[in-house]
């Protein structure tokens, strides 16, 4: 009997083609992805920044009070770029703020070398996160890290939403960035559940959120202004999933849309105004593996930057950004730094200049940024000059002086 014959090298040919389609026209799937059935190995695949089609999992869980197990909220020390047990190179051109190596894990349970752990302490009768046990595997834990710094009405919204998750297992930080009314304190006897960080002088966002992560324990960790409510129960749910569909994603963000009008969306996938970022700022979530290899946000900038700074490293390190569609964020534009204010105009003015020095290549930057950036400016300096906003104008003048400054000096553009 003649044995049957199997086609195998069309059918490879097929599966090639249909494994590309689904990427973003980058040649990452070769045939020697695909072992002899016809499959494609999971581990040669790099996805692209396209969001998947998941299910959304809308079998809501029960949400659980939390346990009264009171703990103690820990006040961190000023980060002084520097980990205790690390060699690392002192401030200067290329590293501004003194950080570790890449490679060093910057959430090493030592407190930060030549730092002294204060003695102020604030009382959270009540548990750091919410958790139950289940049979089996337990998921992941997620960590919210919140900086603030004041808006103490905003911040309590922003915790009132996060009561509504029905993830069974996170836990939510909150870092004072020597807020002066009051949020430390009214936050820890409101919400005992909530870990009170409390730094003594403004760290700005980047090093607010840094501060965040080291204390942090989540196997993913969701780095959440306090200008935002949630507004999906299954909010992580759906964000783990899309984690664990992918090893290779480094970072997911949801919809966001009108802090007032959850009809209204304000970002719904997609590059932003300069042609760079997939997500918003507002409420990425990180896999700790990609920051533990990439590092966190970079201090220099302070804020404005910091987050598409680092999703541009992740980037490059081969991992993928994903915008999730199926779980929205309510978001209140520019309540801490002030739309429009002087510090925004500074910051803005000062790190676009920055960002586009390290990682803009000359294409994107005279095509998109620049354009873009340009008509910007024109519209900020009519107004400003119409409202006779002298303020805002030397603030301006400042950013552009000081951002023009660390862009020429600084060597460490990786474009």
């Not at 014959?5 to 059918?11: C, D, H, T």
């Amino acid at each position: 009997m003649t044995a049957p014959v199997r086609v195998v090298a069309p059918f490879r040919r097929a599966m090639w083609r249909r494994a590309k389609r689904g990427c973003d026209g980058t040649d990452y799937i070769r045939c020697a992805d695909l072992n002899p059935r016809g499959t494609v190995r999971a581990a040669g695949i790099r996805h692209s920044g396209r969001p998947d089609q998941l299910d959304s999992g809308r079998g809501y869980l029960t949400p659980v009070a939390p346990r009264n197990v009171p703990p103690e909220a820990h006040v961190e020390p000023p980060f002084s770029g520097r980990l205790a047990g690390v060699d690392t190179p002192p401030p200067g051109p290329s590293n501004p703020v003194g950080l570790a190596p890449e490679w060093a894990a910057p959430w090493l349970d030592a407190s930060p070398a030549g730092a002294q752990e204060s003695s102020e302490r604030i009382e959270a009768p009540g548990p750091s996160g919410h958790s139950r046990e289940t049979p089996g595997t337990p998921p992941p834990l997620v960590s919210i890290v919140i900086p603030v710094y004041n808006h103490l009405d905003y911040t309590r919204r922003c915790l009132e939403s996060l009561r509504l998750l029905t993830y069974p297992n996170f836990e939510t930080l909150v870092v004072d960035n020597g807020s002066t009314d009051g949020t430390a304190e009214s936050l820890a006897s409101d919400f005992p559940w909530v870990t009170i960080v409390r730094n003594p002088s403004n760290l700005g966002y980047a090093g607010g959120s840094n501060v965040g992560i080291r204390r942090s324990r989540g196997a993913f960790v969701l780095v959440l202004n306090n200008d935002t409510k949630d507004v999906d129960p299954n909010f992580l749910q759906t964000l783990v999933a899309t984690f664990e569909a992918n090893p290779r994603v480094a970072v997911v963000g949801p919809r966001m849309v009108d802090y007032d009008d959850y009809a209204k969306v304000r970002f719904n996938g997609g590059v932003d105004e300069f042609w760079h970022d997939e997500i918003t700022g507002a409420a990425p979530t990180f896999r700790r593996k990609a920051l533990e290899e990439v590092g966190l946000f970079d201090e220099f900038y302070f804020a404005y930057f910091e987050d598409s700074d680092l999703f541009a490293r992740l980037k490059k390190s081969g991992w993928s950004i994903r915008f999730v569609p199926d779980v929205r964020v309510a978001h209140e534009v520019g309540v801490t730094g002030g739309a429009g204010s002087p510090f925004a105009v500074y910051w803005g003015t000062r790190n676009f200049f920055i960002f586009m020095r390290r990682h803009a290549t000359l294409r994107r930057l005279v095509i998109n940024a620049f354009p873009q950036w340009a008509r910007l400016t024109a519209f900020f300096l009519c107004q400003s000059a119409k409202n006779r906003d002298w303020t805002s104008l030397r603030a301006w003048r400042r950013g552009l002086r000081d951002g023009a400054r660390a862009a020429l000096s600084d060597p460490s553009r990786n474009a």
